[in-house]
């Protein structure tokens, strides 16, 4: 292999320290003896270590699964406000009743024939219209009392903060989101790739004291990774799976701590796209169907407050997704299929944001909540482990060494919320949300959104 031939394939296997240099180095021998090749150049050979014998962008999975826990723990995280209403003292109004009529007596109405003298015609009509007039005024008086005591018989408490922390009983909930990924490094070995994930999930919570709330939930996910085209050729994973987990929150009015853990299991068809090599090699799809695991753990902390008429919330996010994925090897390509050996990851995200939210009373008990969160993003993934590659034609195997780099990016994400609180009934609340993640170096700009529903008893 002549190494000062100027071409992008025998660059990417040439340079020292490149991906493609270690697989060559580790399984040279084993091509030559095993592999029955034609007499082929130097560009040839660097296409069939590139495009034949190495993995796409390994990152790309375990990115993608790593996006779909940190979307869940949001959607989870996200408490939504209810206007809060306590019941009426009957004892303390009925006296302020009797209170307001003592101060103002109606005078009694005496017949007219304690009158002295003789009453004229007009006077008669204008102490019977005075008498109406006040027997009116008492009864209207008692009737409106009578129906805000039976129909009502609340006050609501005017804190911004209680609309999020009182929340006694039980809620089910359902909840969808998604968002997407990508990477733009191309190291003429490395493909860039995008990625989007989402699914939905369905839960139950339980309060068991004033502050402290228990809850289950199952949950669906899908990834679906693009690996783009680049020298070595594209492929994909489009995966999907079930999971489920648990959280729980502890708040007072103005701090709360919540966290969770999830389990989400994914299988799908990964797809390999191999160039053309020789007329006897490549030109073909090599797939397999991969499957993996991956854990979440996650932890918000936060301190809300009013000011005014807004609420602002400080908020503290950390999620952990632990990924392995499990061995499986490729078909359809011949000697050139490759066996992917197990693999474990580990993905930290922070997120240390600030919202602010503006309720809106639309009716007796229900409001509109517009919001805005910004934030500081971390990504602090910058040494995960190599992926290990085996073949059909040796008992070598080579290592891939992951590109992932850490970074840092800038949350901007809008909300509504819409909610109803039905005394002595269940309450519904509804939101929408919609952001933008601005990161740095290769990673670009990612969008996300979630919504759901959730019914409290």
């Not at 779909?68 to 959607?75: E, F, M």
């Not at 990504?379 to 290592?399: C, E, V």
């Not at 840092?408 to 909610?419: A, H, K, P, W």
Request: hydrophobic letters at 35%; proline letters at 4%; aromatic letters at 10%.
């Amino acid at each position: 292999l002549d190494c000062s031939s100027p071409d992008r394939y025998v660059d990417a296997i040439c340079d020292p320290g490149s991906p493609g240099t270690d697989i060559v180095d580790q399984i040279l021998d084993d091509v030559l003896n095993e592999i029955g090749l034609p007499i082929i150049g130097d560009e040839t050979f660097a296409k069939l270590f590139i495009s034949g014998l190495a993995p796409r962008n390994i990152d790309g999975p375990g990115r993608g699964m790593a996006t779909y826990n940190n979307l869940l723990a949001d959607t989870l995280f996200e408490r939504l406000p209810l206007r809060q209403f306590d019941p009426v003292v009957i004892e303390e109004t009925v006296v302020e009743q009797q209170e307001v009529i003592e101060e103002d007596p109606a005078p009694p109405v005496r017949g007219l024939w304690s009158k002295s003298g003789e009453v004229s015609d007009e006077d008669a009509q204008q102490a019977l219209d005075r008498a109406i007039a006040q027997n009116t005024d008492v009864v209207e008086e008692e009737s409106t009392m009578v129906e805000r005591l039976e129909a009502a018989g609340f006050v609501e408490d005017p804190s911004l903060t209680a609309q999020y922390a009182r929340r006694e009983g039980v809620r089910a909930w359902f909840r969808a989101f998604g968002g997407d990924d990508r990477d733009s490094y191309n190291d003429d070995f490395t493909n860039p790739y995008y990625v989007n994930s989402g699914g939905g999930v369905l839960g139950l919570d339980v309060s068991v004291s004033e502050s402290i709330q228990v809850g289950a939930f199952v949950n669906y996910g899908n990834i679906n990774l693009i690996q783009q085209s680049a020298l070595a050729g594209g492929g994909s994973w489009n995966s999907d799976g079930w999971g489920g987990g648990v959280r729980a929150d502890y708040w007072t009015d103005n701090f709360y701590v919540q966290g969770l853990f999830s389990a989400t299991g994914f299988s799908g068809n990964q797809k390999r796209n191999i160039i053309e090599i020789t007329s006897q090699l490549g030109d073909e799809t090599a797939s397999g169907t991969k499957s993996a695991t991956s854990y979440g753990l996650a932890f918000r902390v936060g301190a809300p407050f009013e000011a005014g008429d807004f609420l602002i919330e400080p908020q503290f996010t950390s999620t952990w997704s632990f990924n392995n994925e499990n061995r499986f090897t490729e078909s359809g390509a011949g000697d050139l299929n490759l066996t992917y050996k197990d693999r474990s990851t580990t993905y930290l995200q922070t997120d240390l944001a600030i919202k602010f939210a503006y309720p809106i009373k639309t009716g007796e008990t229900s409001e509109l909540v517009p919001s805005v969160r910004v934030g500081w993003l971390g990504d602090w993934n910058g040494n995960l482990s190599k992926q290990t590659i085996g073949y059909r034609f040796t008992n070598d195997t080579a290592d891939i060494n992951s590109t992932h780099e850490a970074t840092n990016g800038v949350l901007v994400e809008g909300g509504l919320d819409y909610t109803i609180a039905n005394i002595n009934s269940s309450s519904y609340k509804v939101y929408v949300r919609g952001g933008i993640e601005a990161w740095g170096g290769t990673r670009g700009t990612d969008y996300r959104a979630s919504g759901g529903l959730e019914w409290q008893f």
